[in-house]
């Protein structure tokens, strides 16, 4: 019984081994590309006339954006967002001034905004958001590259709207670039650095948000977008779905299968004080049969 306990102490132990290892395994996660190719309406800022859909608003290909990197570690969301914007503040013009765009969140695809990460330091109504830190902006009023550009004495053109492929309208709407107000909720180690090497787009922009604070074991659908600047001269949205890293996959199930294996095991293997006991009882029937047959000589 005393190796019995053993085998069995021992198949726990190398099960809360493999859990043990789950966080670095699972931290090794593939990062997916999503290739820019959403397109802006281009707009002016003297006119409310539409100039055409573009890929991106030609200005010496300052606020290009090239592509981002999505993939799950640790229960986050990272992200890498790839562009040739250095993330100051740029001088279109005079007074005319542009800021990095916040980054938005679609929980659910359900075309409304509910967290953004603030990619510069700003503040609307004395109200002042920290750059790099993740908001829940769910009842805040988002505010658009035409509220910036639309009617500025400086003439330029700049992005005026997007087709939302969330709000199922799939009509042109507003690009929002900013948010006024929200409940800051955790930092997302923000880093903004210039790359360097042929074909390098310029900038690399990174960020990790915490799934949890986009609700308690949230795995649903995800919808991202960001517009480079407050003038929006390039968009950049992405649908993707948050899913276990394979790693995770992997020591869950081998869990499962070890718990099964041993339970099965302690079902078909009959302990000794079962066996003693079937032992004793096969003893007693025979000595049973021994008395009658004697009784009957």
Known sequence: MKDGNNSRTGQWLLLLLLLSLLPGWAGIAEAVPFPDTTLVLKGSSWDDQPHGWVDVIPTGGLYGISGMDVSFRHSSLM?????????????????LVTHPADLFIDLGLDGTFDYAVALSGHDFNATPVTAGTLYDVGSSVLTTSADY????PVRNYYG?????????????????????????????????????????????VSLSIALNDLGPGHLGPLGLLWSSAHCANDVMAAQVVPTPEPATMFLVGSGLIGIAALGKKRLSKPSTDGSKIEIQEKGKEVMRHEGSRRMSL
């Not at 890498?80 to 013009?93: F, I, K, R």
């Not at 550009?149 to 500025?152: D, I, L, T, V």
């Not at 969330?166 to 930092?187: C, H, I, K, R």
């Open 79 to 95: 992200l890498d967002l790839y562009t040739s914007y250095h993330g100051g503040p740029e001088v279109v013009a005079g007074s």
């Open 149 to 152: 550009f639309e009617g500025h």
């Open 160 to 204: 005026e709207a997007w087709d939302n492929p969330w709000d199922g309208t799939g009509e042109a709407v507003p690009v929002p670039v900013a948010f006024e107000t929200g409940t800051p909720l955790s930092d997302t180690g923000l880093s903004w650095l210039a790359t360097t090497g042929p074909g390098d787009p310029g900038y690399h």
